[in-house]
């Protein structure tokens, strides 16, 4: 049997709590007072948005997944709509920092990611890629973490596919250099995370900000809150 050597965590309601559907109605308010100014109607960004995110999840592999993104959201504002990059940036190191307040904060986040440091694994976030890498790193320091504490951070400049396709979790392999049976995938979400178990990567589910829209059965999946993922990571 092989060594568990890597820990993959999801980060959006695993290591930051967060109701999700409050986060994204916070994200999109906050995205849309910026750019009206700029000549987007709110409306018709945040469906371009949500259009451009599909594009991510459908991504096939051949671009990353930011080209997925703006070529999607290019096909309604037009092609010139990278020359507005800029301010997306300068909202997601600005105003985005206010997002924070619709997220939660859970403590033992930190604790579990000093013990297993502290144990010598590696620690990778495989988080759903659809935010460039200054969106993540902001929700990483939400946690109570650092962008140092993770081998690879994906995010939409550096894959080229989404959860819940098996091929992100192989993307993620390739780059951590290391085999299922050497991996454990720790996340919240039943239908994306557990997408691991098709390549054999064991999950463990975080059930404080469970998804589970698909009513899966999950009797025979390690799950619980902090205390009990502490316990499954002392067995690893």
């Known amino acids: 049997m092989s060594k568990i050597t890597t820990v993959l965590f999801d980060l959006d309601g695993t290591l930051l709590p967060m109701d999700q559907d409050v986060f994204v109605k916070a994200y999109f308010g906050l995205l849309a007072k910026k750019l009206a100014p700029h000549g987007y109607d709110p409306e018709k960004l945040i469906a371009a948005i949500w259009q451009g995110t599909a ?15 703006w070529a999607s ?9 990278r020359k507005d990059e800029p301010i997306f940036d300068a909202y997601y190191r600005n105003e ?54 993770f081998a690879l ?12 396709n098996p091929d992100y979790y192989r993307d993620v392999l390739e780059a951590l250099g290391c085999t299922p049976k050497e991996c454990v995938m720790i996340g919240n979400d039943a239908t994306e995370d557990l997408a691991a178990a098709t390549l054999g990567i064991p999950v463990f589910l975080l059930t ?15 799950h619980g809150g902090f205390d009990d993922l502490l316990a499954y990571l002392q067995t690893l």
């Open 55 to 69: 594009a991510m999840v459908k991504n096939d592999g051949s671009v990353t997944n930011e080209e997925a993104f």
């Open 73 to 81: 959201f290019a096909t309604v504002f037009g092609e010139d709509v």
């Open 96 to 149: 985005f920092a206010q997002v924070q307040k619709s997220c939660g904060f859970a403590p033992q986040a930190a604790e579990v990611i000093a013990y297993l440091k502290e144990r010598g694994f590696r620690l990778a976030l495989a988080t759903n890629p659809i935010f460039p890498a200054v969106a993540t790193e902001s929700r990483i320091r939400w946690a109570g973490l650092h962008r140092e504490d």
């Open 153 to 164: 951070v994906t995010t939409y400049e550096n894959s080229r596919h989404c959860k819940p």
């Open 208 to 222: 404080d900000c469970l998804i589970n829209k698909k009513e899966a059965d999950l009797s025979a999946i390690p």
